[in-house]
């Protein structure tokens, strides 16, 4: 259920987010035609405002997952013009906590035809508050999952497709009711890819690893913010194919993802990662991703748009 009083992007306005309801016959509804981005915005106390983190990536990637999918996104909203709505949305619905940005491109027509070309396309987003998706200091189970990663010749690893995500939630399921905290999916030749909707990075011998990018996975922006960390900590790293094997002999582990944010991983299939705890290199690169996101630092800067108080309507 949304927050009373709350304020949704539909049809190109900001209507009370009760109203912004989208018909059975919607191709979208029907099909998953559509394409989606999640963005975190960290409140903070002592600048009593919102930073939304690294929306322009955010936004081109969603115009790319609009083009990769043949979605005929109008070109008039790029992502300049998404920023400016995630923005404005974000300040109407005035959030004193951190929050979330869900912006979607989708097929609006009503049709069952099975196609992409001549069916209206429309933009729609909404926000909600967001704490910690999971306890980011309590070590995760997880286990490899039989399920596999959806191969990017069969739908584009590269884009956030709506219809592709039944494929992490059967996984992600599959886990809990086996009473792990979440799935590590592989490939068609099984490599390690990802976990069910997050990026993965293990430590061997104080070089931080993680899949490639042909090994069918998001290329994941809080993915790209851990390797700058990285970097910038002087932790050498390799983007690489990674076995299976090389995750029941890593030292450490851990997810990364605007949900989970930077979570270390105890145990997979039952055996300890290392000795069971988050390691060093980990909790160096959680704690400097949780300075930066929470403004608590002037690394990365850049990275943190703030929410500024609207003084009046300036988009329709």
């Keep these: 259920m949304s927050e009373p009083g709350a304020i949704a992007y539909f049809r190109g306005a900001f209507v009370p987010r009760a109203e912004a309801q989208v018909p059975i016959d919607t191709h979208a509804f029907n099909y998953g035609t559509g394409c989606f981005e999640g ?49 404005e949305l974000l300040a109407r619905n005035d959030h004193r906590q951190d929050a979330y940005l869900r912006p979607i ?12 070309g001549g069916i209206a396309t429309d933009v729609c987003a909404f926000t909600q508050p967001l704490g910690e998706y999971l306890d980011i200091r309590r070590g ?18 590269r884009a956030k ?19 792990f905290d979440e799935a590590i999916m592989l490939t068609g030749d099984g490599h390690v890819a990802e976990a069910s909707s997050a990026n993965l990075f293990l430590v061997a011998g104080g070089t931080l690893v993680t899949p490639e990018a042909t090994d ?3 290329v994941g922006i809080t993915r790209d913010s851990v390797l700058q960390i ?29 949900g989970v944010q930077v979570a270390p991983v105890a145990g997979i299939d039952g055996r300890p990662v290392g000795d069971g705890r988050m390691g060093p290199i980990t909790d160096r690169i959680q704690t ?16 943190r ?8 309507p300036v988009s329709r």
């Excluded at 491109?105 to 992409?116: E, H």
């Excluded at 497709?161 to 009473?179: F, M, V």
């Design 161 to 179: 497709p709506i219809g592709a995500y039944i494929n992490a939630a059967i996984a992600s399921d599959e886990a809990r009711e086996r009473g």
């Design 305 to 312: 748009t703030p929410v500024l108080p609207l003084a009046a």
């Design 230 to 258: 990285a970097r910038r900590e002087g932790i050498p790293v390799e983007v690489r194919r990674v076995d299976r094997s090389e995750l029941l002999c890593a030292d450490e582990c851990f997810l990364c993802g605007t």
């Design 39 to 87: 963005i975190r915005a960290y409140w903070s106390e002592p600048q009593q405002r919102l930073h939304v983190i690294r929306l322009r990536e955010h936004m081109e990637r969603l115009v790319r997952s609009a083009r990769i999918l043949r979605l005929g996104l109008d070109p008039a909203l790029d992502a300049e013009r998404l920023s400016a709505i995630g923005l």
């Design 216 to 218: 069918d996975l998001l």
């Design 105 to 116: 491109v989708y097929k609006a027509g009503a049709t069952i035809k099975v196609t992409l």
């Design 288 to 303: 400097a991703y949780l300075r930066i996101v929470h403004a608590e630092t002037d690394d990365f800067a850049a990275w």
């Design 140 to 157: 995760l189970q997880l286990m490899i999952s039989a399920w596999r990663r959806i191969d990017d010749n069969a739908i584009p690893a």
